[in-house]
Nanobody, 126 residues
Framework: QLQLVESGGGLVQPGGALRLSCAASGFTLDYYTIGWFRQAPGKEREGVSCISSSGGSTYYADSVKGRFTISRDNAKNTVYLQMNSLKPEDTAVYSC???????????????????WGQGTQVTVSS
């Protein structure tokens, strides 16, 4: 059974940092693009960052460029999202999603991704 499990969320003060992890089980991530998406209360889910199977292609939403870094360790079947200089507007449920490179073709658009984790809450507040 294909499964994605996020971890690393929590409460952090503005300016702080968190690292989210997305661990896969039941399949290997070697051929999959992984995306991080977030949904804040009352807002639509949005793409935050995506990374191709090789790591050679990445995408960042304008709102997180220069602050967030996506990376992957295929040997550990895990993708990470390092979030620095966090702002209150980063507060949301963060979910990772996966689908084959051939399906998403470097696009960080949520309806292209078929496999989703449950999400982890990130709250940025003083």
């Amino acid at each position: 059974q294909l499964q994605l499990v996020e971890s690393g969320g929590g409460l952090v003060q503005p300016g702080g940092a968190l690292r989210l992890s997305c661990a896969a089980s039941g399949f290997t991530l070697d051929y999959y693009t992984i995306g991080w998406f977030r949904q804040a209360p009352g807002k639509e889910r949005e793409g935050v960052s995506c990374i191709s199977s090789s790591g050679g292609s990445t995408y960042y939403a304008d709102s997180v460029k220069g602050r967030f870094t996506i990376s992957r360790d295929n040997a550990k079947n895990t993708v990470y999202l390092q979030m620095n200089s966090l702002k209150p507007e980063d507060t949301a449920v963060y979910s990772c999603a996966a689908d084959r490179d051939s399906t998403v073709q470097h696009m960080c658009v949520m309806h292209l991704y078929h496999y989703w984790g449950q999400g982890t809450q990130v709250t940025v507040s003083s």
